[in-house]
């Protein structure tokens, strides 16, 4: 279950129509005989955009992590899995590793049985990155990754499954409060949520 992550459980689910971003500056120009000049910055980071269902009768984790944290401390979440096609990833190896070189696109995944799928939100031990697999992997081998590691892997454990946390920030637009719409029921409304790097 994908949502905000508080306490060893998800307290609040992402509820459809969800938006993932990649927020990543490029910078375009057109030259006087209009061919494209484009430079592209190694930094990245993932936005969500959702609205949150309650999982608790009262809301009040919610309430409090969204007054609490608000836009200076990060919140996690359960990074959402996006499998497309593929109604199930057959991939169920909890303690796959990966070694690669920092600045690496292309990463050596060992300990995997079954398929990762193209699109797999991943995160390895040594930081809080999240990345995603750009190919599809059965087994040990190679995969390409994007953004490009921030930091060299050396047998490290990496988390592919619905247990990929992700840190975030409550994007500056987001109310830090709930909307009550009958008395009872309390929304959030729509909350932005930025990957803290």
Known sequence: MYGIYDGGAVIAQFVAPM???????VFVADTLSLKRSTKKRGAQRWE??????PLVHTANELF????TKGHTA?????TPQNYGVIKRRTSNSPSVTA??????SIITIASNSGLIPKGTFIRFSVNSKVYITTEDITGNGQVGIYPALQADLSASSMTHQDDVIMNCYYDLDVLSGMVYTD?????SGAVKLVEAL
């Open 99 to 104: 070694t690669g070189n920092k600045h690496a």
């Open 183 to 187: 008395g009872i029921v309390m929304d």
């Open 19 to 25: 938006t993932v971003r990649s927020n990543q500056p």
């Open 64 to 67: 409090v992590d969204l007054i």
């Open 74 to 78: 990060p919140t996690q979440i359960i």
């Open 48 to 53: 969500i955009e959702t609205h949150l269902m």
